[in-house]
C-alpha cells in the first residue's frame, strides 16, 4: 500500500528572489508519475434505476477519483469484455491498458420490495488477486450514495485516508440582483436544495465542524447580521445583531463557539462569542482592519487578516497568551486564511499585480506555492480530508463559479450547480 | 480654531500607514461600552442607530433638494484605500454645515469594489464610511448623529474592469426622512 504522506507534504520551492515577479521553480515530489492507474468498468446493471439516472454508477466513481488528483483513470471503451463479479477478471486484458487496479459490479433490484443490491470488488491487477469484495443495499434514490461510498472505501484502502466522497458543500447562489439563496448539495454540486431564501446578499456560510448548522451573514436587516441556521430542524438563530456590522462567522474546532468580526467601536475587530449567542469577548482591539478569522484545529489559535502593516496579511494570535504574531510576507496582500485538518498547511488567497490565486503556506518551514491562475480566485476551504480545496472563481470575467484543485494542483474541477453567478461555499463534514 | 479636513485625513494616513507589524492594542481591558444584542426575539433593524438628530422637515428637505453641492453623495476612494482626497472637501464640509443646521441624522454607506474577499471588503467599506464620519465630527458635526454601515463589494459592479471599478469604491452619504 501506497504511503500517501510522502504524496503532497514534501513541497519544494526554489528560492524567490526579492522583487521577481516569477516563482522560479516548484517540484511537487510524486506527482503525475505517482497517480494510481485505476480502471473503472461499467457495472453489469439491468435496472431501472440506472435507466433514470444522468450518470452510471462507473462514471460517478470515475468522477470522483479524477477528482481527487491521485487517480489516473484509464479508458475502458478498448478492453473487450467487462467483468461482472471478480472471478471473471482477465488479468491480461487489463494489464494492456496499464492498470494497476480494477473496480467492478454488478446491480441486482427487487422491485417488490424497491431495493437494489450493489456487489462490487476491487481487484489488484499486478497481483492479480481480490482486495475487497462488499456488498451495499439500499433504494434506487440511494444510487448517487452508493457510489460514493464505493469510491470512499476504494480511496481509504488505497491512500490510507478516509473519502469525503460521500459529504455536503453548501452555496450561496445569486440568481438576480434582488434573489439569493443558500443551498446544501451533494459534494460534486447534484441533489441541491435551498435552507434560505432571500432578496438581500448571503455571505460567508460556515458548516459546523459537527455538522448539525450553518452559520451565515445575511442582509436581510439592511446591514450585515449573522444567523446560525439549525440543518436538521431548519430554525435558526440570530447569533449577532450589534450597532455596525457582524460578519465573519468562524466555529470552533468544538463547535461551542465563534469568532466573529464586529464594527461596534467603529473599524472591524474580532470577538469569540457561544454559539447560543451568550458570553461575548473582544479577542484583538487595534486601530487597524481585523477581520477573517480561522481557528486553528487544536483550538489554541486563530489566523486572521489585518492591514496594521498597510494592507491585508496574515497573522496569528494564541487565544490564551494573546501573543501575535505575522505568518504571510509573500505578494502585496493575503486574504482569506483557513488551515488544513492537520493543521500544518494556512491556505488562503495571494494577490499579485492585481491577480488573486489561491495560495499555500508551510507553518512549519513557511515554504509558499500558488495553486491556481486566478485572476480572481477567493474563499478557498479544505476538504474534511485535507485533499481537496474548494474555491470560488470568476469565469471568463463573468459569472462566478466554484470548483475544486487537488493538493497537490494536479486536477482543477468545476462543480457544477447551475449557471447562476455562485458567490461563496463551505464544506460539511466526513460522516462516516 | 476650526479643525481642518486635512488634519483628519492626515491622522487617517497616519494609522494607516503604519508599518509596524507589532500589535498596539487600545487597551485590552480597557472600559468598553456596553454592547447591547439582539438575540432570540430577532427585533427589527439596528438601522437608526444614531441616536441624536432627528428626520428632516419638509423645509429642510426642500434645502436639501435645492442644494447642487448637496446633491453630491458619493465620496471615491482609491484601490484598498480609505483616504479621502482634497476633491471632495467642499462636498464633505457643505454637508457638515447642513447636518449641524437641520439637527439631521445621517447614515453613511461604505462600498468597495469586488476585488479582494467578500469580508475584508465589508471592513474596507467600512472604513471608508468611518473615513468620512471622522471627517465630518472634525467640523463639527456630532459623533452620535451618524450611524455607520458598510455593504463590503455586495452591491458592486461583479464584470467590471480597470477603471471602471472606481465607482464602487465609495462611500454614499443618505439622511434620514428623504
Known amino acids: 500500500m501506497r504511503d500517501f504522506l510522502k504524496f503532497f507534504i514534501i513541497l519544494f520551492f526554489g528560492m524567490q528572489i526579492q522583487h521577481a515577479a516569477a516563482i522560479e521553480t516548484i517540484e511537487i515530489l510524486g506527482g503525475k508519475a505517482n497517480q494510481i492507474p485505476i480502471a473503472v468498468t461499467p457495472f453489469d446493471e439491468q435496472t431501472l434505476a440506472a435507466q433514470?439516472?444522468?450518470?452510471?454508477?462507473?462514471?460517478?466513481?470515475?468522477?470522483d477519483l479524477i477528482r481527487s488528483g491521485l487517480f489516473d483513470i484509464l479508458n475502458t471503451g478498448g478492453v473487450s469484455s467487462y467483468p461482472r463479479n471478480a472471478d471473471e477478471v482477465n488479468y491480461s486484458n487489463w494489464s494492456a491498458i496499464q492498470a494497476q487496479f480494477l473496480i467492478l459490479g454488478q446491480i441486482v433490484s427487487d422491485t417488490k420490495s424497491n431495493t437494489m443490491e450493489v456487489k462490487w470488488s476491487l481487484v489488484d491487477i499486478y497481483k492479480q488477486n481480490v482486495v475487497l469484495s462488499l456488498v451495499l443495499k439500499g433504494r434506487p434514490s440511494q444510487y448517487r450514495a452508493i457510489a460514493h461510498k464505493i469510491s470512499d472505501t476504494v480511496y481509504e484502502k488505497l491512500t490510507g485516508t478516509k473519502g469525503v466522497f460521500h459529504t455536503k458543500i453548501a452555496f450561496v447562489k445569486k440568481k438576480a440582483k434582488d434573489s439569493y439563496a443558500l443551498y446544501v448539495s451533494d459534494y460534486d454540486g447534484f441533489?441541491?436544495?435551498?435552507?434560505?431564501?432571500?432578496?438581500?446578499?448571503?455571505?460567508?456560510?460556515?458548516?459546523?465542524?459537527?455538522?448539525?448548522?450553518?452559520?451565515?451573514?445575511?442582509?436581510?436587516?439592511?446591514?450585515?447580521?449573522?444567523y446560525i441556521q439549525n440543518l436538521v430542524s431548519g430554525q435558526r438563530i440570530l447569533l449577532a445583531n450589534f450597532k455596525g456590522n457582524n460578519s465573519a462567522p468562524a466555529w470552533s474546532p468544538d463547535s461551542k463557539k465563534l469568532a466573529i468580526v464586529l464594527t461596534y467601536s467603529a473599524n472591524s475587530q474580532i470577538y469569540i462569542i457561544n454559539e447560543d449567542g451568550t458570553d461575548i469577548k473582544q479577542l484583538i482591539r487595534t486601530y487597524a482592519i481585523n477581520t477573517e478569522p480561522a481557528w486553528a484545529p487544536n483550538g489554541e489559535e486563530i489566523f486572521y487578516v489585518s492591514d496594521r502593516g498597510g494592507s491585508g496579511q496574515i497573522y496569528k494570535i494564541n487565544i490564551k497568551t494573546l501573543e501575535t504574531k505575522r505568518v504571510t510576507y509573500e505578494g502585496n496582500n493575503n486574504l482569506s486564511p483557513s488551515l488544513s485538518p492537520d493543521g500544518k498547511l494556512l491556505l488562503f488567497i495571494s494577490q499579485k499585480d492585481r491577480k488573486y490565486r489561491v495560495a499555500l503556506q508551510n507553518l512549519l518551514n513557511n515554504q509558499y506555492l500558488t495553486l491556481t491562475e486566478g485572476p480572481h480566485d477567493e474563499s478557498p476551504l479544505f476538504s474534511p480530508n485535507g485533499h481537496m480545496i474548494l474555491f470560488t472563481y470568476k469565469d471568463?470575467?463573468?459569472?462566478?463559479?466554484?470548483?475544486?484543485?487537488?493538493?497537490?494542483?494536479?486536477?482543477?474541477?468545476?462543480?457544477?450547480?447551475g449557471s447562476e453567478t455562485i458567490l461563496e461555499s463551505t464544506w460539511g463534514p466526513i460522516t462516516n | 480654531m476650526k479643525k481642518s479636513l486635512l488634519l483628519a485625513s492626515l491622522l487617517a494616513a497616519l494609522f494607516a500607514g503604519c508599518s509596524t507589524t507589532e500589535v498596539e492594542p487600545m487597551g485590552l481591558n480597557a472600559p468598553f461600552p456596553e454592547l447591547e444584542s439582539k438575540t432570540a426575539d430577532g427585533a427589527g433593524a439596528d438601522l437608526s442607530g444614531a441616536e441624536d438628530g432627528a428626520g428632516l422637515d419638509s423645509e429642510e428637505l426642500a434645502k436639501l433638494k435645492a442644494s447642487d453641492v448637496l446633491s453630491e453623495r458619493s465620496i471615491y476612494f482609491d484601490f484598498d484605500s480609505f483616504a479621502i482626497k482634497s476633491e471632495y472637501e467642499s462636498v464633505i464640509a457643505a454637508h457638515a454645515q447642513f447636518i449641524n443646521e437641520a439637527n439631521a441624522k445621517v447614515v453613511l454607506y461604505g462600498n468597495a469594489s469586488y476585488e479582494g474577499s467578500h469580508e475584508y471588503n465589508l471592513s474596507l467599506g467600512q472604513k471608508r464610511a468611518v473615513a468620512v464620519k471622522d471627517a465630518l465630527v472634525s467640523l463639527g458635526v456630532s459623533d452620535a448623529s451618524i450611524e455607520t454601515v458598510s455593504f463590503g463589494e455586495e452591491y458592486a459592479n461583479q464584470e467590471c474592469t480597470g477603471s471602471a471599478c472606481g465607482q464602487d469604491r465609495r462611500t454614499d452619504i443618505s439622511y434620514e426622512g428623504e
Open chain 1, 396 to 417: 471568463y470575467g463573468k459569472t462566478s463559479k466554484i470548483g475544486t484543485v487537488s493538493i497537490n494542483g494536479l486536477t482543477k474541477t468545476p462543480i457544477n450547480v
Open chain 1, 52 to 63: 433514470k439516472q444522468p450518470q452510471k454508477i462507473n462514471q460517478i466513481i470515475e468522477n
Open chain 1, 191 to 226: 441533489n441541491q436544495r435551498a435552507i434560505v431564501k432571500s432578496k438581500k446578499p448571503i455571505i460567508s456560510p460556515r458548516w459546523s465542524p459537527n455538522g448539525e448548522k450553518i452559520a451565515y451573514v445575511s442582509f436581510e436587516k439592511e446591514k450585515p447580521v449573522i
